[in-house]
Each structure stands twice: as C-alpha cells, then as structure tokens.
C-alpha cells in the first residue's frame, strides 16, 4: 500500500515545540540549577518573561511574539531578556507550560466516563483562552512537568475504564484530537468576521440569493434540506460548542461499546 501523502500549507500548525537546546529548555521548565548571566535585571525571571509572552500571543497570536516585542512590554531591552530565556524556541516552550499549570490536576468524583467529560471540557476551555496553542503542533509534546501533569491526568481518566495500556494512550490521543479540532472551529467562528471584515449573517446575505439560483434541490435534496435546518438552527454556518459536545458523547459511546464487545473472561 502507497504511503499517505499529507497535505502541506498554512492551515497545518506552523510551530513546533521542542526545537530549542534540550538541556537549557528542560533546565528552563523544571527549574533546574542553569548558569547564572551576568547583568540580571531586579524583578525580571522566566516566570515574568512568560506571563508577558503569553499575554502578548493571547492578544495578538504568536507570529507577534519577538524578544523585541516582548521587551518593549516589560520596558527591557530584547537582549536583557536572554539572560533568562535563550530564544523563541524555549520562549514558546515555556508559555505552553504556563498554559498547561492552568489546568486542574485533580479529577472529579465518579466513573471514568465522566473524568473523561471533565478533562477534555478543561482543555476545550484551555485553548479557547489561549488559541495560539492551536497554532503549535502537539506532535511531539512539550516535556516540562505541567504538560507531563496532563498527561497523567487524561490517562488517570480512564484508568480503571479496562483498557489496556496501548489503549488507554489512544483513547487520550482520540479525545485530544476531536478537543483540538472542535476548539479550532470554534477560534474559527470567533474570529471569522473580524478577518474578513462581514459578521455570518453578511456572509450569507451576500451568497443565498445566487445559490439558490445555482443549487437545484432535485440534485442536492439532502444538502439542501438539512443546510437549510442548521442553518436556521445555529445562525451559522455551524455550532463549534454544539458540535464539540455531540462528538465527545459519541466518542464516550463508542469506548464504552467497544469495552462491552469483549469476550468476558473465563
């Protein structure tokens, strides 16, 4: 079988964690002892170096975030800054891990269905906050402790669910990526008119009357039926948090069926 050919362009993640040196970045999230640099500025520390990036990638997403943008902000010169943070691989490192400290490590009380509702609800609303995460792959994990907390946690969800260690892995790597892919929708639908300058209802507006002329309902009968119904239904093109919600549920569904078609040990 002929490999699959992926797609490449700008609708893939444009950055990558993980690519800056792996000593000094791991140093940086764990707070290991570093050497010191001369030169420290009193009040400056990664923590604060990383509060401030990342509320500059929450306002205006990661392509603006730059040691100079970052030292205007905190009233420093770029270069005082890499004393602290080497340069923007470690830089993004590091506001992932600040990112990943928001998330509860505690899990609530009850089955595994509902600790699984719970952590992927906690990380929807996390990239709803920071949407420049969706900008970084999660292909190859950032390794400081809070994205390892995570890890422990989504797999704690399904510990006791009987699945096999391999499968635990793939049903946290299933949720994760129907979690990303919802919350991409919906940064999507947020920011839609924003970017092209019309709200949903313009967009329409402008399009309906002409595909009404061009799309015979005799050729599109369901296309047209069920578009018309969700359309009326959402007020939109979709619903991200509608469509987020079914497939966690259709997902749970299909785990627990999947659990239930096991021959029961003798």
């Given at each position: 079988?002929?490999?699959?050919?992926?797609?490449?362009?700008?609708?893939?993640?444009?950055?990558?964690?993980?690519?800056?040196?792996?000593?000094?970045?791991?140093?940086?999230?764990?707070?290991?002892?570093?050497?010191?640099?001369?030169?420290?500025?009193?009040?400056?520390?990664?923590?604060?170096?990383?509060?401030?990036?990342?509320?500059?990638?929450?306002?205006?997403?990661?392509?603006?975030?730059?040691?100079?943008?970052l030292?205007?902000?905190?009233?420093v010169?770029?270069?005082?800054?890499?004393?602290?943070?080497?340069?923007?691989?470690?830089?993004?490192?590091?506001?992932l891990?600040?990112?990943?400290?928001?998330?509860p490590?505690?899990?609530?009380?009850?089955?595994?269905?509902?600790?699984?509702?719970?952590?992927?609800?906690?990380?929807?609303?996390?990239?709803?906050?920071?949407?420049?995460?969706?900008?970084v792959?999660?292909?190859?994990?950032s390794?400081g402790?809070?994205?390892?907390?995570?890890?422990?946690?989504?797999?704690?969800?399904?510990?006791?669910?009987?699945?096999?260690?391999?499968?635990?892995?793939?049903?946290?790597?299933?949720?994760?990526?129907?979690?990303r892919?919802?919350?991409?929708?919906?940064?999507?639908?947020?920011?839609?008119?924003?970017?092209?300058?019309?709200?949903?209802?313009?967009w329409?507006?402008?399009?309906?009357?002409?595909?009404?002329?061009?799309v015979?309902?005799?050729?599109?009968?369901?296309?047209?039926?069920?578009?018309?119904?969700?359309?009326?239904?959402?007020?939109?093109?979709?619903?991200?948090?509608?469509?987020?919600?079914?497939?966690?549920?259709?997902?749970?569904?299909?785990?627990?069926?999947?659990?239930?078609?096991?021959?029961?040990?003798?």
């Amino acid at each position: 079988m002929a490999a699959c050919q992926l797609p490449e362009g700008p609708h893939l993640p444009s950055h990558f964690s993980g690519r800056g040196d792996p000593q000094v970045t791991l140093s940086l999230l764990w707070g290991l002892p570093r050497r010191v640099k001369p030169g420290r500025k009193p009040g400056l520390s990664p923590e604060v170096i990383g509060a401030a990036a990342m509320s500059v990638a929450d306002t205006s997403g990661l392509e603006a975030l730059s040691m100079r943008a970052l030292g205007e902000k905190l009233g420093v010169s770029a270069m005082s800054l890499y004393r602290y943070v080497p340069g923007k691989p470690e830089l993004l490192d590091l506001i992932l891990e600040l990112a990943y400290a928001e998330l509860p490590q505690e899990l609530p009380a009850g089955g595994w269905r509902d600790r699984l509702r719970r952590v992927a609800r906690d990380t929807w609303d996390l990239y709803l906050r920071h949407p420049w995460m969706l900008e970084v792959s999660m292909y190859r994990a950032s390794l400081g402790p809070y994205s390892i907390y995570k890890y422990e946690r989504e797999l704690s969800a399904v510990a006791d669910a009987g699945l096999t260690d391999l499968e635990m892995d793939l049903v946290v790597a299933t949720v994760s990526d129907h979690v990303r892919g919802a919350a991409s929708r919906a940064v999507e639908a947020r920011t839609a008119g924003e970017t092209t300058g019309r709200s949903d209802e313009e967009w329409w507006a402008l399009h309906s009357g002409l595909l009404q002329q061009l799309v015979d309902p005799n050729v599109f009968p369901l296309a047209v039926r069920i578009g018309a119904k969700a359309g009326a239904e959402y007020g939109a093109t979709t619903d991200p948090a509608l469509a987020f919600e079914f497939g966690l549920e259709r997902l749970i569904e299909g785990i627990q069926a999947f659990l239930r078609s096991r021959p029961l040990e003798s």
